[in-house]
C-alpha cells in the first residue's frame, strides 16, 4: 500500500512552508477540514501535484510562478520502506538532502499512473458526484453503462457517448439531407452542374463572333448609303434655296452700274477729320517753339569755375585723409614711448643670458625642439631602466621560490590500479547498499509465502511439495463448474417441467370434476320433448277443426303452455348439443391426466439417473484431489484455491529468482570489494576489511590526494619554468636598454652644439630653450615699434606736401596757412561749383527736349497737308485754293447708297458659295437652271429616303451592339471557372468531413462495443458489492440492487426494504447519488485490486447533500475502505469531523486541520474576494444564494484584471464552494457576463468585453 | 546583332499554365479565401504578362500546357487570346508549344493566337528566328496526348551567331508524379549545341547545366495543390550574344502553397499545438509578401495532445484559421493533420475500463472483424459519395477507402481516449 505521509507545502498557492502531517491513522479515515478559504482545493490540488508532478498550468503556481511552486513529501510503501522528494521549478525533482532520486521510481510508487488517469480513478469529488448521479437518469439504468462508468471513474459515459452520436449525426445520415456532408456534396454537385452550363463552346463563341462580323459589315454598308443618300437630299435642296438669291443678285448688280463710279462711303468723314486735325497741330507747334526760346536763356545765365572743377578729386581725396593726418599727429609720441621700453625689455634678456648688447645670434626653433624632445626621451629612458632592474630582481626571486617548492613537493603516488577498481565499485554501490533492504524483503517474503501455504491449507508442506502437487488444471476445474451448473441446471429444469406437469394435473383434474358436474340430465330432455309433442299433438287438432281437448295444463291458455313447451324442449337440446363438447373435453382431459402422470414418472426416473450420475462425478471430483491429500470443495471454492496456489508457485519461483539474484550480487559485490582491497594494498594503504562503501570512500579520498600531488609538482615545475624564463628576458632588456642611452648621448650633444652654450645638462633643457624663445621676440618687438613710428612720420610729410601744391594752384585760399584750414576751404569751393555744373546741364537736356517737340510738330503739319492733298484725288476735284469745303455731302450721299449695295451683294454671294457646297456661282447659277421646275419634288423624296436609311442603319447598330455584348460576356467572365472552384471547395468540405464522421461513428461502436462486454464481464461480482454499499449507504432503505431485461439490454432495479423493485429515474435526488457513490466505491475496490501497490483514495466535499444519518452511513462506508488503503476525505464542514469521530473507532480517524488563511497572508491576485463575515466565519460555501456566488465570481475575475481563470483559481479566489460552482457559473454564461474558453476540464473563464 | 541598346538582353520562359483549373483542397469554411483562390490561374498569367511588358524582355516562350485537357469552356481560352494581344501590343513576340494536356484540348484546335504569336508545328521541329533580340528558338508541339520518343533528336542545328533556345515539354528521363513524356537525358539535350533548354511539364522547378547548355523546368505558373508547393511562376533568361548571362526565377502566383512539418512532441494541450502550429505559419507568412499562404500542417504531436485536439478538432482547427489568417488575411490553413508520436505507440491508458477500450481497438485494428465494422459503418458515407469517391480520396477523405483504415483506427482510438480521460 502506498501511503503518503506527509506533505511539505514549502511554495504553493498561498501557502509557504507550511506542513500537513498524515501519517496517522495508519489504517483508517483521515479527514482534513479547513473553513473556507483555508486552501482546501490548493491543498488537494498540492498532494496530486507532489505525487505526479507539476501541470503546464499548475493551478498552485499563481503565486509563486510556475518555476517557483515546490512541495516536498513523503511517501511509505509496503515493507516500512519510506521515500521523501521534493518537487520544485517546473520538472525538477530531487531528495531533500539535494540528492538525485529515481524518477522512474517514483513513478513506480503510483502505479505508473499519470495524474489525470489517477484523478479520474480514485478522486471523487461533489462535482464527479452530481454529475454521475445525473447520468444515472440519462443511462436510463442501462446496467452496462452504469458498471464501465463506475470502473472508468467517470459518470459521464452516457453523455459522452450521446455526444458522439449526436457528432456523428450532424455530420452524416443515412437518407439525410440537411446534414453537413450531404449538404456540402450536393452543393459540390450542383456547383460541377451550374460550372458545366456555364461553360462556352468552342462553336458557341465562332457563332457569336460571326453573328457580330454579319452586323458590323450590314452597319457599314447602311451607313455609306445613308451618307450618300443625305448628300443627295442636301444638294437639291440646296438648290432649291439658291434660286431666290440670284435673282436679287441680278437686281443689285444692275443697280450699282446705275450709279457709276462713287468715292468710298467714308470719303467725307475723312474729310472733315483732316481738317480738324490740321487746326490743331498748328496750336501745338506754337506753343512748343515758345517754350525752347525760355529754356535756352535760363542756360546762358548759370555758370561754374572750371579750375575749381578741374581739381575736385584730388581736393576730395585731401578731406579724406583729414583723419588720418590728426590720428597721426596724436599716436607719434605715444610709439616712441613703447620703443623705449621694448629696447630696455631687449637689454634684460640679453644680460640673463651672458651675451652682449650686440649679439645678434640666432637660433632656429627646430633645433630648440629637438633639444626639448631629447631631453623628453631621456627621462622616459631612466625610468625604463629602474623598471627593468626591478623586474629582474622580482624574476630572480620567484626562480629561488620555485626552487625551493619543487624541492619539497614529494613525489606522487601511482593510484591507477585503484582507479581502476573504484570504478568497478562505484557502478556496484546502489547494488550494495539494496542489499540489506533486499535481504529484508525476501525475509518478509519468507514469511509470506508460509502465511500463504497455511491458507491454502498446506502447512507443514515443504515448498517443492507444494510446487509438486499433482492438482487438477484449471480446465478440468472448469469443466467439472460447468458440468455441476449443466447438472443443476438441468435438475432445475427437470423439476420444473415436473412442477409443471403436477399443476397442469391438478388443474386438468380440477376442470374434469367441473365439467362432470356441469353435464344435463338426460330424463329432463326426455320430459320436454313428451311436452312438446303433446302440445303440437293438441295444435294441430285444433287447427284441423276439432275440439280442443282437455287442457294441457289447468290455468294455461293451450298455445301459451304450448310455447313454453317448445322453448323447453329446444333449451333442453340446445343444452345438451353445448355440453357435448364438455364431454368430449372430458374425456381428452381424462387421456391428458394418464399422459401427464406418465411423464412425472419418466421425469423421476430421470432426475435418479441424474442425480446417480452427479454422485459418481463427485466421487470422481473427489478422487482427484485426493490423490494430492485434499478435500475437494465446490469447484468455484477450488478455483480459487488453484488461483491462490498458482500465485504461489509464482511467489515462491520469484522469490528463488530473487534469492538468486540477491546471492549474485552479494558475490559480485564480494569479489569486487576484494579487488579493492587488493590494489588499495598495492598502493600502499592497508585494507581494514570494512565494507564496500567505506572501502569506496577511502580508494576516492586516496585518488584525491595522489591526484592533488600530482597537479601541485606540475604547478611548481610549470612556474619554476616561468620564472626562469623572466629572468632571461629581463636581462636580454637590461642590454637593449643600455644600447639606447649611448645612442641617446651621442643625439644630445649634436643637439646642443649650435646653442653655443657650452655643456648642456638634460634636466635644465628645458629652462634654457624658452629663454632664447623670448629672446627673440623681444628683438621682434623692438623692430616692429621702429618701423611704426617711420611709417608715421612719412605719412604726414606727403599730406602736408600735397594741401601745399593746391594751395598754390587755386589763389582763392592763399590767405589761411595751417594745412587743415587750407584743406576746408577748398572743400566748400569745390561743393559750390558741382553745383552750378549740375543746374547748367538739367536745362541744357530740357533745351533738347523742346527742340524735339517742335520738330515733331512740324512733321505732323506736313502730314495733314499731304492727306488733304491725297483726298482730293480720291473724289477727283479741282484744288479750289486749298480749301475743301465746299460739295463734300454730295459725293458722300452717293458713296453711302453704292457702299450699301455692295453689302447686300457679298452677303448674297455668301450665301449662295454656302449653299454651293464648294461649286463657283456660276456652276450654282447652271446647277440652278438645269435643274428645272421640279426641284422641290425631288428633294422631298430624298428627304424620306434618308429618313428609311437612318432607321435601318439604328437597328443595325442595335444589333451589332447586343453581338458585342455576348462575346464580352464570354471575354470579361470566367463564370464557369470560378463555379467549378466554389465546387471543388465544397467537396473539400465534405472529403474534410468524413474522417470527423468516421471518428464519431467509429468511436460510439467501439464505446458501445466495449461497454457490453465489460459490462458482461464483471457485471456479477460488481453490482453485489455495490448493493452492498447502497444498502450501507441509504441506511438499511435499500436492501440490493437486481438486474432486470432481456438480453439485449439490462436494467438497474434497486429493491427497497419492503421488497419493491425502483428504477433508478424513480429515485430521490439524494437516493442516486448515494447509488453512484456505491457503484464509484466498488469500481474504486475492484481498482486496488489490480494494483501491486494500492493508491490512496481521496473524497472532497461528497456530503454536501447528505443528512447527518447518511453521511455517517458513508463515513462508516469510507472507514471500511480505510482498511483496504489510505482513504483522505476533504471537507469544510466541522459537523463531518464530528460525524466521523463519533461513528468510528477513535484509532480509525484522524482529523487534519488546514489553518484558516490569515488578512494578512498575500492575496492570491491583488486583493482577493471581498470578505462576507456572518457570525465571524466566512460563508462562501453555504451561500444559498446564488447571486451572492455569482457576485463573488465576478469580483475574482475583476480582480484577475482580464485574465481567464480555470475553474481551482476561482473557486480559491472567490470562496465559493464546488457544491454552488456549476450552477453559478452555468447561469452566469448563460447571461453573457461570462466567457467560456475551452471544454470541460481545460475550461478557463473571463468576463466578456 | 541589331536590339534595343541600353538594356539587358532577356527573354521570359514559362510553362504549365493550366489555366482555370481548380485549387484543389482548400475546403468552403466560413472565412475561407474563396474570392482570393477564384482565378487564381489567370492572375498569375497576367502577372506574368505585366512583368513581360515592364521588363521589355525580347520574347515570352511557353514551354505547353495552357490548360488541362478536358477543358472545354471558350472563356478560358478568350482569356488567353487577350493576354497574347497584351504582348502584341507591347511589341513581344511569343513562341508557343502545346504540351500533352493541349493535344487533347478541344480549344487547341479552335483558338486563333495573334500575329505575335508562333504556334510551333505539331507535324516537325522548327526553327523561329528573331534576328533583332538576336534569338533562335526551336521546337514541336504535340499533336497527340501521348509522344513516347525522343523527338528533341531531330531538333534542327544551332543558328550560328544567335542565342538558340530548345523548346520541349517533356519529363526528361522520367519524375516522380509526372506522365513519361518525350523522354530524353539532360547529356542527349546538351548535345544538340543550344545555349538554354527551356521545357516544360514538370512542375517542379528544376535548373541544370550540361556541358555548356542551361536546361530549365520553371514549374508551373501557379501552385494549385499543396503537393505545389513553393513560389510559383516563371523563370526570366539574360543572355549577351550566346552566353546566358542570369537565370532568375519570378514568383506570380497569387497562391503559395506551404506543406509545413511541425515536431509538437513536447507539447500537451491543444493551445501548445496551436502555438507551435502559429510560429511556423508565421515563419511561411514572412516568406512572401502580398501572397494568399496556403498551409497544410504535418503535425506530429504526443498522444495527450493529439487526442484534445481530436476531441474538437474542427473547432480548433476553426480556431487555427482564424489566428493564423492574420489581420491581412494572407495566410489560409488548408488542412491540419496531427499525426502521432511514431516513436511513442499508442497513448498510455491506466485503470481496467481504458485497457478495454483499447483491448477493444486491439482486437478491431488489423483484423477482418476490424474492415467489416467500418465497413458497416461508413457504407452508407461511402455510398453517398459515388463517383467523387475518388476524388475526396485523393483529397485526402479519411474512411472512404480501406487504406486509410488504419490512420481510422488510430486517430479514432486517441479520440476515445481523450474522450473518456478528460471529461472532468
Known sequence: MTRVERLDLVAYGHYADATLDLSSPRAGLTVIWGPNEAGKSTARHALLAALFGFERDEPGAYRYGRHGVRLGIEVSVDGGRRISFVREGASRIRRPDGGDVDAVGIEGLVGGMSRESYTRLFAIDHEELRVGSDSLLEADGEIGRLIYGASLGSGAVAAVLRDLDERAGRLFSERGRVQRIPKALDAYRTGVHEARSARVRAREWERRRETVATAEARRVALRAELESARAEHARLDRLRSARPLLARRADIVGQLERLGPVPTTDWAERVRSALTRRRAVESAHAAAVALRDRIAAAAESVAASPIVLEHSERVDRLVEGVDRYRKDTVDLPKRQAELEAARRRLGDKLGALGMRADDGRIVAEAELANVERLARVHVELVAAGHAIDDELARAEEQVAHAAARLAEDPEPRDVADVERALVAARALLEVDRSLAGRRATQTHAVAELAASVGRLGLAGRGWEEVEALALPLAPEVEIERERRDEQRFALSQLRDQRDAVVAEMRSVSEQAARIGREVPDPDRLEVARRHRDAGWRLVRQMLEGGEPGEEWEPGRPLVAAFEQAIGDADAAADERYEHADAVAGLRQLQGRLGRLAEQQRALDEQERRIEASDAVASARWAARWATAGLDAAAPEVMAEWLQGHRELVVAISRWRADQRDLDAATEQVDRCRAALDDALGRAGCTPVGEGLELAVARADEMVRAARAQDASRRDAETASRLARDSVARQQASLDAHREEMVAWRAQWEQAVRPLALGALAPDVAGSVVSALRSLVVARADVAGLESRISGIEEDRRRYEEQVDEIARKLPIVTDVDAPLGVVLRLQGEVARARTARERHATLTEELTEAEAVVDARNRELDDVQRLLRSLRTEAAMADAGGELDFGIDAVASRALEAAALREKLVALEQGLLDLGDGRSLEQITADATAAGESLAVQAELAYERVEDLARQLELAIAQVVDAERACDAVTDAATAADLEQDAEAELALASGLVGDYARAALAAEVLRRTIAEYGERHRGPLLERAGALFCQLTDGAFVELVPDGDGHRQILLAKRRGGELCATPALSDGTRDQLYLALRVAGVEHQLGSLVEALPVVFDDILVHFDDRRSAAAIRVLGELSGRTQVLLFTHHERVVEIAQQCLEPHAVGVVRLPARRHDDPPALSAGPPQRTSGGRAQRDDMPDHEEAAQAILDALREAGGRALAKSELLELSGVAEAAWTSTIRTLVARGVLVQEGQRRGARYRLCR | ?424
Not at chain 2, 297 to 325: F, K, N, P, T
Open chain 2, 1 to 424: 546583332m541589331a536590339g534595343r541598346t541600353g538594356l539587358a538582353m532577356s527573354f521570359l520562359h514559362c510553362a504549365d499554365l493550366h489555366l482555370d483549373s481548380p485549387m484543389r483542397g482548400l475546403a468552403r469554411y466560413d472565412g475561407a479565401p474563396l474570392e482570393a483562390l477564384r482565378g487564381a490561374t489567370r492572375h498569375a498569367l497576367e502577372k506574368m504578362v505585366d512583368l513581360a511588358i515592364d521588363e521589355q524582355v525580347r520574347a515570352v516562350v511557353v514551354a505547353g500546357d495552357l490548360y488541362d485537357g478536358n477543358r472545354d469552356d471558350y472563356q478560358t481560352a478568350v482569356f488567353l487570346q487577350r493576354q497574347l494581344h497584351r504582348l502584341r501590343e507591347a511589341d513581344v513576340p511569343v513562341v508557343l508549344a502545346y504540351g500533352n494536356h493541349d493535344a487533347e484540348s478541344e480549344i487547341t484546335r479552335r483558338l486563333v493566337v495573334p500575329g505575335n504569336t508562333t504556334v510551333l508545328p505539331t507535324s516537325s521541329p522548327r526553327s523561329v528566328v528573331l534576328d533583332d533580340a538576336g534569338l533562335a528558338f526551336h521546337g514541336q508541339s504535340y499533336s497527340t496526348r501521348v509522344v513516347d520518343e525522343d523527338i528533341s533528336a531531330g531538333y534542327p542545328a544551332p543558328v550560328p551567331g544567335m542565342f538558340n533556345v530548345g523548346v520541349l515539354h517533356t519529363s526528361l528521363d522520367g519524375r516522380p508524379g509526372h506522365a513519361r513524356y518525350a523522354p530524353c537525358t539532360l547529356e542527349g539535350l546538351a548535345r544538340r549545341g543550344y545555349q538554354y533548354w527551356a521545357l516544360g511539364h514538370v512542375h517542379r522547378r528544376e535548373e541544370h547545366v550540361k556541358d555548356g547548355s542551361t536546361v530549365v523546368f520553371p514549374g508551373n505558373i501557379c501552385g494549385r495543390e499543396v503537393r505545389e508547393s513553393g513560389p510559383k511562376g516563371a523563370t526570366v533568361v539574360e543572355y549577351d550574344g550566346d552566353l546566358v548571362t542570369r537565370v532568375s526565377h519570378r514568383e506570380l502566383a497569387p497562391v503559395r502553397w506551404h506543406l509545413l512539418d511541425v515536431d509538437a512532441r513536447d507539447v500537451s494541450s491543444v493551445s501548445g499545438l496551436t502555438e507551435v502550429m502559429l510560429d511556423h505559419v508565421a515563419r511561411a507568412r514572412r516568406s512572401g509578401p502580398d501572397v494568399l499562404h496556403a498551409v497544410r500542417l504535418d503535425v506530429v504531436a504526443g498522444a495527450r495532445a493529439r487526442g484534445a485536439w481530436l476531441h474538437d478538432a474542427e473547432s480548433a482547427e476553426a480556431q487555427l484559421r482564424a489566428d493564423a489568417a492574420g489581420a491581412d488575411g494572407s495566410v489560409w490553413v488548408e488542412r491540419v493533420e496531427v499525426r502521432p508520436d511514431a516513436g511513442r505507440g499508442r497513448p498510455e491508458v491506466s485503470g481496467e475500463a481504458m485497457a478495454a477500450i483499447a483491448a477493444t481497438f486491439a482486437a478491431l485494428r488489423d483484423s477482418e472483424e476490424g474492415r467489416r465494422t467500418a465497413a458497416r459503418l461508413l457504407a452508407g458515407v461511402r455510398a453517398r459519395f459515388g463517383a467523387e469517391r475518388d476524388a475526396a480520396i485523393r483529397l485526402g477523405a479519411i474512411g472512404l477507402d480501406d487504406t486509410s483504415l488504419d490512420v481510422l483506427f488510430d486517430e479514432t482510438e486517441a479520440l476515445l481516449t481523450a474522450e473518456l480521460e478528460g471529461d472532468r
